[in-house]
């Protein structure tokens, strides 16, 4: 059986948006047709997500209208919206992990017995149908927190699809996930759209995922629509222009093979990664690359003292092996996780106490001093591109990837003391020209003496531009240590085994 859905085309007409005094949207007109897989592009702050908050009830424009089907709207609440027939697939998912599959497929729109009793059989069947027809194998009868975080993207859409939507909103929707649940997603994505007529909407940084998901692209500039143009049109390196006109895609050589070592490792296991033996040279860059699960994030917590590890750790010569969190810090060892928002970011704080946050202890004792603060904030803002570069603006008023550049930028503010900065998916969330100039900075943080970085990417491409050796995980072992010379194509093949 498949999932009956109307299709409707959905026009966006003049729509705009402030926030305070900053024109975010200033008068979007996009028509999008039924049936078609649209990639909605754009710099960090060029306004794709408020666009869709527009359309899934989370913000409320300012003027314009919107029309679904022959209604028109001049702002959605998020049930009027999803009334209208909107559905928006969030990153942080909003399933619920001790109940079942069909549980969180029919949350708050359970089917009920005359008694208000569940009928469960009819909601696991129903479940059923509606996963088979998205191609998706998972028991309905399965607990959700046991599933891959592929799997529950797939819940989260059939959950979305119940109420037979003509509109799928995606933000972003790949970062969490390994290489074959993306595989996965866009061949999903693809039916949806020609098999079951919906306008999918797809907003992604990940110029590949577009080449080969989307049938139409829009890219969004300052909040204008700078064009709209069939994927025939369009090759990769237009996709790039587009968004980062002035963007170079610079590799660097850079000799360091007789830089002393800041970094050993012998035989060192963090929970259940390793054993790995490497030594990083000052100034060197090392990247970890492997699927998802390998002991990307695992490795880099072990040298931060926040999961337990054993064997040797040498800094600088000095044992440091069995760390705490405090003394990893203390001896200059520095993490930005990779979920910002769970293990970094402060929504309500201000961007400038979120960049000295790390930095108070030394920069502001015993009281605050404001006009240092400024200072340090307005150079470090500038040099990580932060836009706006507002000290006070709240943390959760950042776009998706000026908020990463606040997390990097903490390290990038000259006033610190570490000397091994550890990343996690540094470039999550961040333009492709904006990422280049990330590079850079990463690149100088390295280059100062006494300097390292370790970092972690899903991204080969990420791999290949930024480390000068690589580690290749491997379900928890290091399958090889190679130079970033070999290509992406003989990177994801070590890391597949
Ligand atoms: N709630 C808010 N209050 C104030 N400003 C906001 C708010 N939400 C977004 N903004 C601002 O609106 C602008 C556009 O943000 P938006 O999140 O739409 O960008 P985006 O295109 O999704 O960027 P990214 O690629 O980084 O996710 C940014 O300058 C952002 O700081
Ligand atoms: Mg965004």
Not at 74 to 86: D, K, L, N
Not at 262 to 281: F, I, K, Q
Not at 385 to 414: C, H, I, Y
Request: aromatic share 4%.
């Amino acid at each position: 059986m498949s999932i009956d859905l109307t299709s409707k085309g959905l026009s966006i007409r003049a729509l705009r948006k402030a926030f305070g005094a900053q024109e975010v949207l200033k008068g979007i007109n996009l028509d999008l047709k039924a049936g078609e897989v649209h990639a909605l592009l754009g710099p960090n702050g060029a306004g794709k997500s408020t666009l869709l908050g527009c359309l899934s009830g989370a913000v409320t424009p300012d003027a314009g209208e919107i029309i679904i089907g022959n209604r028109s709207y001049q702002h959605f609440t998020p049930t009027s919206a999803f009334e209208a027939g909107m559905a928006s697939i969030y990153q942080h998912f909003q399933l619920i992990g001790p109940l079942t599959v069909s549980d969180n497929i029919f949350l708050v729109n359970e089917m009920r017995s005359r008694l208000g009793t569940i009928r469960q059989r009819e909601q696991r069947q129903r479940s059923s149908e509606i996963l088979e027809s998205l191609g998706v194998d998972v028991d309905p009868g399965r607990l959700v927190e046991e599933l891959s975080v592929g799997e529950q993207q797939t819940i989260e859409i059939a959950r979305a699809l119940l109420k037979e939507p003509s509109v799928l909103i995606l933000d972003e929707p790949t970062a969490a996930l390994s290489e074959h649940e993306v595989t996965a997603l866009l061949e999903l994505v693809r039916r949806l759209a020609q098999d079951h007529g919906l306008i999918v909407i797809y907003v992604t940084h990940l110029l590949r995922e577009v080449l080969e998901v989307a049938d139409r692209v829009t890219v969004l500039r300052d909040g204008n629509v700078l064009w709209t143009r069939p994927i025939e049109d369009l090759s990769l390196e237009d996709l790039v222009h587009a968004i980062a006109p002035e963007s170079q895609i610079a590799s660097i050589e850079r000799d360091i093979r007789h830089h002393p070592p800041l970094l050993a490792l012998e035989h060192y296991r963090s929970a259940w990664t390793g054993p790995v033996d490497l030594t990083l040279r000052e100034g060197e860059i090392v990247g970890i690359f492997g699927l998802l699960g390998s002991g990307r994030t695992d490795l880099l917590e072990g040298l931060t003292g926040v999961k337990r590890s054993s064997g040797r750790v040498l800094l600088q010569g000095r044992d440091i092996a069995s760390s705490t969190p405090q003394k990893a810090r203390k001896q200059g060892i520095v993490l930005v996780a990779s979920d910002r928002k769970e293990q970094g970011l402060f929504g309500s704080m201000s961007a400038r106490d979120n960049l000295l946050l790390p930095h108070f202890s030394t920069l502001s004792r015993p009281w605050r001093r404001f006009g240092r603060e400024r200072a340090i904030f307005a150079g470090a803002a500038r040099r990580i591109g932060l836009k706006p570069a507002d000290p006070e603006r709240e943390g959760n008023n950042f776009s998706g990837g000026n908020a990463q550049k606040l997390m990097v930028g903490r390290w990038m503010t000259g006033v610190d003391s570490s000397h091994l900065l550890l990343l996690d998916e540094p470039t999550q969330g961040v333009d492709i020209g904006a990422r280049q100039d990330l590079y850079g900075l990463i690149r100088d943080y390295a280059a100062q003496p006494g300097h390292g970085v370790i970092f972690a990417s899903s991204d080969p491409e990420e791999v290949v531009a930024l480390a000068d050796r690589v580690i290749v995980l491997v379900e928890g072992n290091v399958a090889s240590i190679v130079e970033p010379g070999i290509g992406e194509e003989k990177l994801i093949a070590l890391a597949h085994g």
